[in-house]
């Protein structure tokens, strides 16, 4: 038995038995661990006397509102629009003063024609550009682009993108866009709102069947009431270099992207999925049906922050439902999580495939936006995934590791000071830098959740040996870099014991077990509960089928 406390934290409690192996940011290898207790307070490197987390500043400006009014799980898709035409219509007759753009007119022909503001109605039938790969329509700042019944705009896979440039305050409503981009290309490229512009506004539109991403978001924008279906590589995509603050995906369906299965063409890129965020600061991401994507249905990866996700139908995905990764302060409420990772779980038994991935992520004061105390995961429905909950810190991955795969990326929380050039093999063991390094899976709360799990509905392989109907909270042995702080069971300590991750007032019903401190390490419930980890205290376990 090591001697009590660790390194970095004196006072810590003796770790369990080491754990082994290492797994990739996405789920690759490994096992679920559900979430072991831990009633200390902020991050497990952060000392008490530490003044750089007493002394946080206040959340920045920019982060979406939340209100007091009770979050209630959905029991049905709260957004039904692919093929609604009540919702996607648009006017029959142009609105006044709008131009009016015929089939046999190019669009952006008359967008250079006409001045900044200028309104656009595009008639019934199918629209075309040219026959250039680059034939495009660039806005002008304060332009709308209306669709009539009807109306369609088609790259015939010759056109590579449909919107594009940095004109702002553009707002696009009730079109289909259809066809950009030749199969497999595209990638990381999106076809409306190209440039990730500004305060841009989509509604009732229809964006299916592209090459990449449908849409990308840009600062302050409103992605609303849209089906984005069938997309090549993303329903949608939330990134600028100049980055993202205030954005709202409110009402949507996101159904079947991925078509070209980017994560087998490029290697595991961890780049595919209904929707994904990058570095995007205040986010609102409710009521929307996310379902059937051929990879995770939502995806927040690197450093994000001050993020509200509820009201969401999330179904049917091949792999997680939603992951949230090496980002910050959310709130994950009243959402329903129903039959995600049924694809990806059977070939990937040795790390669970959960509904919803917290991958080193926590709450921290000192990054931008809401839920900066504690990070909510509260009064969701979880049924018949292949796995539930998972909250995971890969000991290895840190700004200056080379495993850690968002390159170049440091953490948000003392970047004028710590960041991926100066944690080094030089700086690494010392304060700030050992404990603002990392990304770290803590303050999370898992409470007030139900969780259901039928075998028999699930799929004829949903076992416990198959890593079928796992929570977790865990990490793996420490072993890289060589000059790594973190080896052995640090991390698996910390996340387990020190980070104030707790598991609360859950409802069970089903056959569940749990992965706890390290891979490998599948508890019942009595261990679960039971010392050394506490986790579950006060949740209900029901009997398959009980009311």
């Avoid at 406390?5 to 290492?22: C, E, F, H, M």
């Avoid at 996340?495 to 019942?524: A, D, K, L, M």
Wanted: proline content about 7%; hydrophobic content about 35%.
């Amino acid at each position: 038995m090591p001697p009590e406390g660790n390194a970095l934290d004196p006072g810590a409690p003796p770790p369990p038995s080491a754990g082994t192996v290492w797994s990739r940011r996405r789920l690759v290898l490994g096992v679920v661990v559900l979430v072991l207790a831990a009633l200390t307070a902020v991050g497990v490197f952060v000392l008490d006397d530490d003044p750089a987390a007493k002394n946080a500043p206040p959340p920045a400006t920019g982060s979406p509102a939340i209100t007091n009014a009770p979050v209630t799980a959905p029991t049905a898709p709260p957004a039904r629009i692919c093929g609604n035409s009540k919702v996607l219509f648009g006017p029959a007759t142009a609105p006044a003063g709008a131009v009016v753009v015929r089939t046999t007119d190019n669009v952006n022909q008359l967008t250079e024609a006409n001045p900044p503001g200028t309104t656009f109605w595009l008639s019934p039938g199918t629209h075309r550009l040219g026959s250039g790969p680059f034939a495009q329509v660039i806005p002008k700042d304060g332009n709308t682009y209306v669709g009539a019944p009807g109306a369609i705009l088609d790259g015939g896979r010759r056109n590579r993108y449909a919107f594009t440039g940095y004109a702002t305050a553009v707002t696009l409503k009730n079109l289909t866009i259809q066809n950009f981009g030749p199969v497999r290309t595209n990638n990381d490229e999106g076809v409306v709102n190209h440039d990730a512009a500004g305060r841009w506004t989509l509604t009732g539109n229809t964006i299916k069947d592209n090459a990449g991403a449908g849409v990308m978001v840009g600062d302050h924008n409103v992605v609303r009431g849209n089906c984005l279906q069938n997309n090549g590589q993303y329903g949608f995509n939330a990134y600028n270099p100049g980055k993202v603050t205030g954005i709202t995906i409110e009402g949507n369906e996101i159904a079947g992207n991925n078509t070209d299965d980017w994560e087998r063409l490029k290697g595991g890129c961890g780049c595919t999925g209904g929707g994904k965020f990058w570095e995007v600061t205040g986010a609102i991401v409710r009521n929307n049906w996310v379902h059937d994507n051929h990879s995770a249905g939502l995806w927040a990866d690197t450093n994000n922050t001050g993020f509200v996700i509820e009201g969401n139908y999330i179904s049917g995905n091949l792999a997680e439902g939603l992951v949230y990764e090496t980002s910050y302060n959310a709130g994950i409420r009243g959402n329903a999580f129903v039959r995600n990772g049924l694809g990806k779980g059977p070939a990937n038994d040795g790390f669970p495939t959960p509904a919803l991935y917290i991958s080193e992520s926590g709450s921290d004061p000192r990054a931008p936006g809401v839920f900066n105390q504690t990070f909510e995961i509260s009064k969701n429905v979880f049924t018949d995934n292949w796995a539930g909950v998972i909250l995971w810190e890969n000991a290895d991955r840190f700004a200056g590791s080379a495993a850690n795969t968002s390159t170049g990326s440091g953490t948000l929380v003392n970047p004028s000071v710590v960041n991926a050039k100066t944690c080094n093999a030089t700086t690494i063991r010392d304060q700030p830098y050992l404990s603002d390094c990392r990304w770290k899976t803590q303050n999370v709360r898992v409470h007030d959740n139900v969780f259901n799990l039928n075998p028999a509905k699930v799929s004829a392989s949903c076992g416990s040996s198959s890593g079928c109907g796992y929570n977790g909270l865990f990490s793996n042995w420490g072993t890289f870099p060589a000059w790594s702080p973190y080896q052995k069971a640090t991390v698996q300590d910390a996340i387990t014991f020190h980070q104030g991750n707790r598991f609360f007032n859950n409802t069970y019903s089903g056959p569940w077990n749990f992965i706890v401190h390290e891979q490998g390490n599948r508890v019942n419930w009595a261990s679960w509960q039971g010392a050394p980890y506490g986790q579950d205290q006060d949740s209900v376990v029901k009997v398959l089928g009980e009311r």
